[in-house]
């Protein structure tokens, strides 16, 4: 066991404190916030490979169940299709959704990616059939289920974003 100080940075304020410096400098990065909606796009991807809890809280006993019949083997954070299930089969619908998925990993109508000269906005407008803002409740969680979170930055992503603005504003000066 490790005695002595211990130190933990938190990835989203170090980000958030290395983009405000890098705002103030004034230059124009929009080529570093390209790139790092694409650093962003790539490390999410492994968040919807996971077929296990790992992370997340486990689905509630009744979706897991109502998943594993409409959508065998689709991984965590993707969704099965809305479908009937009656005595353990199923009956209409079903099928894996891949929307939220989809519109992080790839480009899609739903996806969002705004880059600026210093501003980079990075997310989704998925929504289901009857309007719902589910990316919302999955990210944040809701009364019904806890936060799942699908887009964090992770100290990795954190430090590739931080050189990749820094390479950026030692190019421009």
Do not use: C, H, W
């Amino acid at each position: 066991m490790v005695s002595g100080p211990r130190y933990d940075i938190d990835p989203d304020k170090a980000f958030r404190n290395a983009i405000a410096d890098a705002i103030s400098s004034g230059l124009d990065l929009s080529f570093s916030m390209g790139e790092a909606a694409r650093i962003i796009k790539k490390d999410s991807t492994k968040n919807f490979i996971l077929k296990g809890a790992g992370k997340y809280t486990p689905l509630s006993a009744a979706y897991a169940e109502r998943k594993s019949i409409l959508a065998p083997g689709a991984p965590m954070l993707v969704g099965a299709k809305p479908g009937i299930v009656q005595g353990g089969r199923k009956f209409i619908g079903g099928g894996i959704s891949g929307r939220l998925r989809n519109s992080i990993v790839d480009k899609t109508s739903d996806s969002i990616i705004r880059i600026g000269k210093n501003t980079l906005e990075v997310g989704t407008s998925a929504k289901s059939k009857n309007g719902f803002a589910y990316p919302r409740a999955i990210q944040n969680g809701s009364s019904k289920m806890p936060a799942r979170k699908f887009l964090f930055f992770s100290r990795a992503m954190v430090k590739q974003i931080m050189n990749t603005i820094n390479a950026d504003v030692a190019n421009q000066i």
